[in-house]
């Protein structure tokens, strides 16, 4: 599902409902559904549909994506009801407009007193939660911050302290990577990585790994449970690794 905010932020947002929502044989009586087991939400930050194969673009190759979009449902008439990150994620989550969720602009901290998540109705239904990766609620470090529903929270602070433990290995001098991401500090050209460079990460240390190699952890314990997935990449967004 592409999700575009008044042109200006754009993310992609998938909502993968495992366990065959709309097999071929469902009965047309609501009242004997199947119920929903597992549900996982997976976000790519700033990743417009005009760079996906599915949505017509034949240069970018995008095959995974493309092969969840020919299983579901592909909506091609859908917007976002803020144009910054933080507010877009917590309309979804919540299912309400920013300015009734309290989240308006990027810093904006997500409060927890008048806004109930998916995940929130979901654990109360005996559903195993998880959110890792970005999420951008902006919650006190200095106090006790909310869970917002989520049994397990990963993110990109842990990933700092995952890898002070397990360092990378050094990159030779000889490879020209790309520096530290300084955004309107440097001359766009660079922290936009106009030059194309690699990014001074070995495979398996960035975020999207990280961040995957959790969500999978998260899959294989949890599969035989119901469980709510909420999935947020930090890339495409800038800088371009």
Not at 13 to 39: D, R, T, W, Y
Not at 100 to 113: E, W
Request: hydrophobic letters at 35%; aromatic letters at 10%.
């Amino acid at each position: 599902m592409y999700i575009r905010p008044l042109k200006l932020i754009k993310f992609f947002f998938f909502g993968c409902i495992a366990g065959s929502i709309f097999p071929s044989c469902m009965p047309q009586n609501k009242n004997h559904l199947p119920e929903i087991k597992n549900v996982i939400v997976l976000i790519g930050d700033d990743h417009s549909s005009t760079a996906v194969g599915c949505y017509g673009n034949k240069i970018a190759r995008t095959p995974n994506i493309d092969r969840i979009a020919s299983k579901g449902i592909k909506f091609t008439n859908a917007y976002s009801n803020a144009p910054v990150c933080s507010a877009s994620r917590q309309s979804i989550l919540c299912g309400k407009y920013p300015h009734a969720t309290g989240v308006t602009l990027l810093r904006t901290a997500f409060k927890d007193s008048g806004n109930l998540t998916l995940a929130e109705i979901l654990r109360e239904n005996n559903y195993k939660t998880a959110v890792i990766g970005k999420t951008h609620f902006n919650n006190s470090s200095s106090e006790l911050p909310p869970d917002h529903g989520f049994d397990i929270m990963i993110d990109h602070s842990q990933r700092k302290k995952y890898f002070a433990h397990n360092l990378m290995p050094p990159i030779p001098d000889s490879i020209k990577t790309l520096g530290p991401w300084k955004p309107f500090r440097d001359p766009a050209r660079i922290w936009l990585n106009a030059d194309v460079l690699p990014t001074a990460e070995r495979a398996g240390y960035g975020l999207a790994a990280f961040d995957a190699r959790n969500a999978i952890e998260f899959l294989r314990n949890n599969k035989d449970e119901k469980f709510l997935l909420w999935l947020g990449f930090h890339e495409p967004h800038s800088p371009f690794n």
